[in-house]
């Protein structure tokens, strides 16, 4: 398995493909490898993350890196979103034998995300709705390409965004509704503010190369026509100002979802075990997803014309900060 990014290996491991499953060792290797292969703000395996759920995680995020590519990897247009229900159709049954092997039911797949997987789900007895509902996300994608309603945008998120969160805290038990409504509610909270942080961030990329737009025409009075128009008149006065006006409204309604969401660090410090040990993991990502809301803020909404990124030196300073939760943590003092 040298090769690592998803849809160079549909030849070894995609559809109608025989090639013989990894040992379980192999396999853990293979999603380290995705998993450490790329990162824009932060590493999905950065030094923050327990040592015994790593090979966990690092499973999780390689289903979520081949969903996403399968739905995302294929070109644009029809032909190329008809090609990504497809292998979107085989990655759900992948899925379901490897669900069903898990509990014993019928050999598993031969795929190596797979291989590790079955493994996460058995151990960490992981619900297996969460995995499905990231796939309706991504089969969505190839559907619905606009939205009106703020609602129906953040609807979209329970199935894109909120899954992670869940089967993460699934990861260190803590995704029993009776039980932990109030760490679900504050995971999903996070979860949606992250994923509209990273809708308006990529503005251009997605309605130029994906022809997908997420800012709710109705509610900004921008059409995706418009945008198209304005994407080409970076100089037009007029365009910017009912741009930047309208996102700029809909990076404060993102702020308050985050804000709902902060207090779950905190949250699994006290529920103490592994979760605890989650904490500076989940801050991180939480305040990396606030500090891109805030570079978007601060270089002026302009998102349809370029894309704000983390600097290294504000990415160095939010990695000091969790290494301060950590060591707090580790002291029992407070966050």
Not at 193 to 210: G, I, S
Not at 258 to 287: D, M
Request: some cysteine.
């Amino acid at each position: 398995m040298s090769q690592i990014a998803p849809m160079q290996m549909l030849d070894r491991y995609g559809p109608g493909t025989v090639a013989p499953a990894p040992s379980l060792a192999e396999a853990r290797a293979y999603v380290r490898r995705l998993a450490l292969s790329h990162y824009e703000n932060f590493t999905v395996l950065s030094r923050f993350v327990p040592e015994e759920l790593r090979d966990d995680i690092a499973a999780v995020y390689a289903f979520c890196r081949w969903s996403d590519d399968l739905g995302d990897e294929t070109g644009s247009g029809p032909e190329a979103r008809e090609k990504s229900l497809a292998l979107l159709r085989w990655w759900r049954e992948e899925l379901r034998r490897c669900v069903a092997s898990a509990q014993g039911e019928v050999e598993g797949s031969n795929h190596p995300v797979f291989v590790a997987l079955r493994e996460t789900i058995r151990t960490r007895e992981l619900d297996a709705r969460p995995f499905h509902h990231l796939i309706d996300a991504f089969e969505q994608d190839q559907r619905i390409t606009r939205y009106e309603t703020w609602d129906q945008v953040v609807e979209y998120c329970t199935r894109s965004a909120d899954p992670v969160g869940r089967i993460v805290l699934g990861l260190v038990g803590r995704a029993r509704p009776d039980r932990d409504a109030e760490l679900l509610a504050m995971s999903d909270a996070t979860c949606t503010a992250l994923q509209l942080t990273n809708h308006w961030q990529d503005v251009r990329r997605d309605l130029l190369d994906r022809d997908r737009v997420y800012l709710p025409s109705k509610d900004t009075g921008i059409t995706a026509e418009q945008l198209l128009e304005w994407a080409r008149r970076p100089e037009d006065a007029q365009a910017r100002v009912a741009y930047i006006r309208a996102v700029r409204a809909l990076v404060e309604r993102t702020r308050a979802l985050f804000e709902r969401g902060r207090p779950l660090p905190s949250r699994l410090r006290s529920c103490g075990g592994v979760a605890a040990r989650l904490e500076p993991v989940v801050w991180l990502f939480g305040a990396g997803g606030m500090a891109v809301l805030n570079r978007i803020e601060r270089e002026g909404c302009t998102t349809l014309w370029r894309r704000p990124v983390l600097t290294k030196g504000r990415r160095a300073w939010l990695l000091l900060r969790a290494m301060m939760h950590r060591a707090r943590r580790a002291g029992g003092g407070n966050p």
